[in-house]
């Protein structure tokens, strides 16, 4: 039965009215009308539906709102802001320095992977700045891209890699 | 009916049934992209070809609009068609864009399918391109009082030689107005020596938004008033042809979801529901048995296949194969097994329709938006022009996935309850009731002399062709389907199996098996077939090469006359570094072993090759592609760069499909139902990848999007005799199998 839940998402309160088992996913597409979060499997399987809770990458196609409640949400739209305050830097940036490298790489071809991999690979670099290879095959293996681009995902994760150690002060 | 705005919300105040969102600042960054227009056009009418209107639109802030029918598939289509547009229009890439793919804005250019687009409608938007230049300058030379021939135009800015003060904008000259003339295809186009933006490496226009998360995939479009909608089927499909005929539905399974309701109409059954995971829950729970008969050849495909009531066609006669087969120095015999597999779309496909009377319109990711329109207004009960299709991008499908059949479910369930519909297939759904590339068995034999001369070649291949409707328009309509047909791409490729070597005696027959003899459904999956057929023939060719202790390379080029064959192989081989040795010549002995192999391959036109580099684990029978070298001579490349991604995204994909990827099933429905059932390559496997292009600026474009895959499967089958001295006869090549093989 619908009752309230209170989640915060990329730092803002939204109270729903929804059945406290519904998937975060359904909240976050239809209710907050977000386009980060995306349909994939609704099985845990693929990452198409990632985003960060208290910045740690889950699925929410299978996590339930009301298990999210008293934590922070961050998806593909917040994350840019995400960085700067985990950076302390004065503002955030238009992109994610992964969001950037993906562009420089060209990496996207369909694309709808791209929350996914964007969401883990900022995990990633947020807790290894400098990954190996094999780290980020580790890392982003949860992560399905049908097009084939995982290469040039591997090249913007180590771009992004660069792009963060030169904004060091 | 009005734009998708986000509904009034009032602060802690509370809805009955519908979301309530309290708090949330929808005004500010999280503010959801206002998405286009739901609203159908007043009246449909396809744009005429024949008019240049129908084409480009030059607005007054001296930009144009391109309109084109082929559809953006991540390919990067439209990226080089509007490099093509802006080319002829001395236009910069920042002054184009592209209309929405809609049967009643953008012209019918036919499916965006065998890589086509470029090939075939680049010409077509390059003459109509050449004539908007052509028209803009005679408007020029009358508001410049200056001969055309005096006017240059760059940015859409034109001045007169000699005299720049003198100068008119495109926008000026018509902005929004327009043309009014019919197309004459006769306007004089660049030369390709004067290209700027045609052959450069302009960065793709939907990448930006891609990676921000602001491209509305179809996944993200809603309208108002909209149910959520979910198609209920059995778990997998069973027989093509035999449906899935409903038996009973208990509706009362799903009362305890007050919102849900049941929509059926035939043995078409749905759900819908004004919340997503209502209607999600109640496609769960909903309680229908189905009569569906045991008809698939579990365990027995091939030999079903083998023993069906074909129908026969020879594809190529020449010379006399038995006469120069008895005589060859070396005969290399095998028979070779592809599998099913999927599109396995990385998002299952999603559709809207809002059906009212005598209008329907419906959103969708189809690959052919004018072609869906017929299926969908003889589904409904409509005329055609009471139909429109609009596209949005879904996640790339490599062919004929569901997208088709999840329009017309949505399209089904509006027109049964009256509001518009949005239909999400679920994974099981996709992968359950997809088009699979069909299944494949080949018969091969070549014939080599001793001096490494391929002098015969016969190939027999079988396989059923694909299905003309889609599931829901059966199960809605009933009655009889029609049988799977056979058709250029669905035939023994006498591309790849002739175009390649020079061979004096060839014999390819085509065997049609009968696709309602119980069997899947099949459709288009990318590079249809040639990754069957050139994992059989690339390995019957590095089999002669070895009968003769040839090196592989130096054996494909003896036996090559077309110098675009001949580059491509050069081009591969130097990439890769080749070094010329014969085949397992100098085995290792450890548990894990490395292979090199090569192989050549095509679908229909353009010219692939790829080398692989491979380990092969004896014990568990893991195979490890380290890295492929692919390459492409697809003619004219219009943008170099969009090519190496589409190699580079073929090198990966076909990796998955050569080691990974096969459709199960029990004799009664398919059981390749989610991402851990009908496994993909993932991350932690990938190989690296090297793509060339090989530019031939003298040649028109080809297709770019399917031609490495062949090739590369070829070369990772060749790359492990290499590594074993064994033969895989069969794909996928699993650990199971290759234990097998390895053991034998």
């Given at each position: 039965?619908?009752?309230?839940?209170?989640?915060?998402?990329?730092?803002?309160?939204?109270?729903?009215?929804?059945?406290?088992?519904?998937?975060?996913?359904?909240?976050?597409?239809?209710?907050?009308?977000?386009?980060?979060?995306?349909?994939?499997?609704?099985?845990?399987?693929?990452?198409?539906?990632?985003?960060?809770?208290?910045?740690?990458?889950?699925?929410?196609?299978?996590?339930?709102?009301?298990?999210?409640?008293?934590?922070?949400?961050?998806?593909?739209?917040?994350?840019?802001?995400?960085?700067?305050?985990?950076?302390?830097?004065?503002?955030?940036?238009?992109?994610?320095?992964?969001?950037?490298?993906?562009?420089?790489?060209?990496?996207?071809?369909?694309?709808?992977?791209?929350?996914?991999?964007i969401i883990k690979g900022s995990e990633l670099l947020s807790r290894k700045p400098q990954p190996s290879e094999r780290e980020i095959r580790e890392a982003m293996n949860g992560h399905l891209c049908r097009c084939g681009s995982y290469p040039r995902i591997m090249k913007a994760i180590q771009l992004a890699s660069r792009f963060m150690a030169e904004e060091r002060p | 009916m009005t734009t998708n705005a986000q509904p009034a919300l009032s602060r802690r105040s509370v809805l009955k049934g519908g979301a309530l969102v309290v708090g949330f600042n929808i005004a500010g960054p999280l503010t959801s992209p206002l998405l286009d227009s739901v609203a159908p056009s007043a009246a449909a009418a396809t744009p005429d070809p024949e008019l240049l209107d129908s084409w480009i639109a030059v607005h007054a802030d001296n930009t144009a609009t391109v309109f084109?029918?082929?559809?953006?598939?991540?390919?990067?289509?439209?990226?080089?068609?509007?490099?093509?547009?802006?080319?002829?229009?001395?236009?910069?890439?920042?002054?184009?864009?592209?209309?929405?793919?809609?049967?009643?804005?953008?012209?019918?250019?036919?499916?965006?399918?065998?890589?086509?687009?470029?090939?075939?409608?680049?010409?077509?938007?390059?003459?109509?391109?050449?004539?908007?230049?052509?028209?803009?300058l005679r408007l020029a030379a009358a508001r410049l009082n200056a001969p055309a021939d005096r006017l240059s135009v760059k940015d859409g800015v034109v001045t007169v030689e000699g005299d720049p003060g003198r100068a008119v904008s495109y926008g000026d000259l018509i902005g929004d107005r327009r043309f009014n003339i019919r197309m004459t295809g006769k306007a004089p186009q660049k030369p390709v020596s004067q290209y700027r933006l045609v052959t450069s490496r302009a960065p793709r226009v939907d990448i930006p938004d891609k990676v921000s998360g602001k491209y509305v995939y179809m996944q993200h479009v809603r309208a108002p008033g909209m149910l959520h909608g979910r198609v209920v089927r059995p778990r997998g499909q069973g027989a093509y042809g035999d449906g899935a005929r409903v038996v009973r539905i208990d509706a009362g399974s799903i009362s305890d979801i007050a919102d849900a309701r049941v929509v059926r109409r035939g043995d078409f059954v749905g759900v819908v529901a004004g919340r997503e995971w209502d209607a999600v829950r109640a496609a769960e729970k909903l309680k229908v048995t189905w009569d569906v008969p045991p008809r698939l050849p579990a365990g027995r495909l091939f030999e079903a296949m083998r023993a069906s009531r074909t129908t026969d066609s020879v594809i190529v006669e020449t010379g006399d194969v038995a006469a120069a087969l008895a005589k060859a120095a070396h005969v290399a015999s095998a028979t070779y097994y592809g599998p099913y597999q999927s599109h396995a779309p990385f998002a299952p496909n999603c559709a809207l329709a809002d059906v009212s009377a005598g209008r329907a319109l419906v959103m969708c990711s189809t690959q052919y938006p004018h072609g869906l329109r017929n299926m969908l207004a003889q589904t409904l009960g409509l005329d055609p022009?009471?139909?429109?299709?609009?596209?949005?991008?879904?996640?790339?499908?490599?062919?004929?996935?569901?997208?088709?059949?999840?329009?017309?479910?949505?399209?089904?369930?509006?027109?049964?309850?009256?509001?518009?519909?949005?239909?999400?297939?679920?994974?099981?759904?996709?992968?359950?009731?997809?088009?699979?590339?069909?299944?494949?068995?080949?018969?091969?034999?070549?014939?080599?002399?001793?001096?490494?001369?391929?002098?015969?070649?016969?190939?027999?291949?079988?396989?059923?062709?694909?299905?003309?409707?889609?599931?829901?328009?059966?199960?809605?309509?009933?009655?009889?389907?029609?049988?799977?047909?056979?058709?250029?791409?669905?035939?023994?490729?006498?591309?790849?199996?002739?175009?390649?070597?020079?061979?004096?005696?060839?014999?390819?027959?085509?065997?049609?098996?009968?696709?309602?003899?119980?069997?899947?459904?099949?459709?288009?999956?990318?590079?249809?077939?040639?990754?069957?057929?050139?994992?059989?023939?690339?390995?019957?060719?590095?089999?002669?090469?070895?009968?003769?202790?040839?090196?592989?390379?130096?054996?494909?080029?003896r036996n090559m006359t077309d110098r675009r064959w001949l580059g491509v192989l050069d081009a591969v081989a130097q990439a890769a570094a080749w070094a010329p040795r014969v085949a397992h010549a100098a085995p290792s002995t450890g548990r894990v072993v490395s292979g090199r192999g090569v192989a050549l391959g095509t679908h229909i036109v353009s010219y692939g090759a790829a080398v692989a580099d491979i380990e092969?684990?004896?014990?568990?029978?893991?195979?490890?592609?380290?890295?492929?070298?692919?390459?492409?001579?697809?003619?004219?490349?219009?943008?170099?760069?969009?090519i190496e991604n589409q190699i580079e995204g073929m090198l990966i994909q076909a990796t998955s499909r050569a080691l990974i990827e096969e459709v199960q099933f029990t004799q009664t429905n398919v059981t390749?139902?989610?991402?851990?059932?009908?496994?993909?390559?993932?991350?932690?496997?990938?190989?690296?990848?090297?793509?060339?292009?090989?530019?031939?600026?003298?040649?028109?474009?080809?297709?770019?999007?399917?031609?490495?895959?062949?090739?590369?499967?070829?070369?990772?089958?060749?790359?492990?005799?290499?590594?074993?001295?064994?033969?895989?006869?069969?794909?996928?090549?699993?650990?199971?199998?290759?234990?097998?093989?390895?053991?034998?």
């Open positions: 039965m619908a009752e309230e839940v209170t989640i915060r998402v990329n730092e803002q309160v939204a109270t729903l009215a929804v059945d406290r088992d519904t998937p975060l996913l359904y909240v976050l597409t239809n209710e907050l009308r977000l386009q980060g979060p995306r349909f994939g499997c609704g099985l845990a399987q693929c990452g198409s539906c990632s985003v960060l809770l208290d910045g740690v990458e889950i699925r929410s196609c299978v996590t339930p709102v009301g298990a999210v409640e008293g934590k922070q949400v961050t998806t593909l739209e917040g994350l840019p802001a995400l960085y700067a305050r985990q950076r302390n830097l004065a503002r955030a940036p238009a992109l994610h320095p992964l969001q950037r490298a993906m562009i420089d790489e060209q990496a996207p071809q369909c694309g709808y992977c791209y929350n996914g991999m | 084109m029918g082929k559809v953006e598939l991540g390919q990067g289509t439209t990226t080089g068609m509007l490099q093509i547009a802006a080319e002829e229009l001395d236009l910069a890439m920042s002054q184009v864009s592209a209309a929405r793919v809609d049967t009643d804005v953008t012209p019918n250019q036919g499916p965006a399918v065998a890589s086509l687009s470029i090939m075939d409608n680049g010409p077509q938007l390059r003459a109509a391109a050449a004539d908007a230049r052509q028209a803009l022009e009471q139909v429109q299709v609009r596209y949005y991008e879904g996640a790339g499908v490599f062919g004929r996935a569901c997208h088709d059949d999840c329009a017309i479910a949505a399209a089904v369930m509006s027109q049964a309850v009256g509001r518009p519909v949005r239909v999400q297939f679920m994974r099981w759904d996709e992968l359950g009731w997809d088009n699979y590339g069909p299944a494949h068995l080949a018969d091969v034999r070549g014939g080599v002399d001793a001096d490494g001369n391929i002098v015969a070649f016969e190939y027999h291949g079988w396989h059923h062709g694909w299905n003309t409707a889609e599931t829901s328009q059966e199960l809605a309509l009933g009655g009889p389907v029609q049988p799977p047909v056979s058709g250029r791409a669905r035939l023994v490729n006498k591309e790849t199996l002739t175009a390649v070597y020079a061979m004096p005696n060839v014999r390819l027959v085509n065997h049609h098996v009968p696709g309602l003899d119980g069997y899947l459904k099949g459709g288009n999956l990318r590079s249809p077939m040639d990754l069957s057929i050139s994992f059989a023939s690339e390995q019957t060719v590095d089999e002669l090469a070895h009968a003769v202790r040839m090196d592989p390379v130096a054996f494909c080029r092969v684990d004896r014990e568990s029978g893991e195979i490890k592609v380290r890295h492929l070298y692919g390459a492409l001579d697809a003619g004219l490349a219009v943008n170099p760069a969009l390749s139902l989610d991402w851990k059932t009908y496994p993909v390559l993932r991350f932690a496997d990938h190989p690296g990848v090297t793509a060339i292009v090989v530019q031939r600026l003298d040649e028109r474009s080809t297709g770019a999007g399917e031609e490495v895959m062949g090739a590369a499967v070829g070369a990772i089958a060749n790359a492990f005799f290499d590594a074993t001295g064994v033969r895989m006869r069969q794909y996928p090549m699993t650990p199971d199998r290759v234990r097998t093989a390895l053991k034998a």
